[in-house]
């Protein structure tokens, strides 16, 4: 996709959120001819997740040196993060086979305390998940205005780094609710 914010009709910003991106999206999806739909589509789920948001906004406006793939080191906060949200999938997994493979009431009884267990300890992930792409989030509008103030390449690397967080978080946030899913009773 060329440029998804010009698709919908919206100025290109990092800080952009779901209710606006809807609405650009259903406004221009009122006048679409069918051949123009397939792009509306392609925009909005480029600009949806704000990882995928960032990276194309870099795609369409950064310079060539800002684009070039490099490593982010993680913090040793997202380490940690990473390793509650590791710990918490390698305890569903086991029990979550255990369950499955259970072949009576009474078996799949015995495990409802540890699964109850393993499902505190991934909602306990969750909510750090959550609170850690919440504090990504707010960076957004400080960097758009720093892009806005055309500040040269600095403001482009940390973009890069917060785009590569915001897909890390969103991406073990994907396997966190996975886990949780999969731990419902029923």
């Known amino acids: 996709m060329d440029n998804a914010f010009a698709a919908l009709g919206l100025e290109p910003r990092l ?6 991106i809807r609405a650009a999206y259903l406004e221009r999806s009122k006048t679409a001819l069918e051949d123009d739909q397939q792009v509306l ?20 406006s950064a310079p060539a040196e800002a684009k070039a793939w490099r490593t982010v080191p993680l913090s040793d906060d ?7 949200v590791g710990n918490a999938r390698q305890q ?39 609170s850690a792409l919440e504090s990504e989030l707010t960076k957004l509008p400080d960097l758009d205005a720093k892009l806005a103030g055309g500040q040269a390449s600095a403001p ?15 991406k073990w946030q994907a396997q966190i609710r ?9």
């Open 15 to 20: 800080s952009l959120d779901e209710e606006s």
């Open 156 to 170: 482009w690397s940390e973009v890069a780094e917060v785009q590569a967080r915001l897909a890390y978080l969103l």
């Open 41 to 60: 589509n392609e925009a909005l789920q480029l600009l949806l997740p704000p990882d995928r948001r960032v990276k194309h906004l870099m795609d369409i």
């Open 92 to 130: 569903a997994d086991p029990i979550l086979k255990k369950a499955e493979t259970s072949q009576s009431a009474l078996a799949r009884a015995l495990l409802a305390p540890q699964i109850l267990k393993v499902r505190d300890q991934a909602e306990e992930a969750a909510s750090q998940l959550e």
């Open 78 to 84: 997202y380490m940690r993060l990473f390793g509650v």
């Open 178 to 186: 996975e886990s949780l899913m999969r731990l419902q009773p029923g």
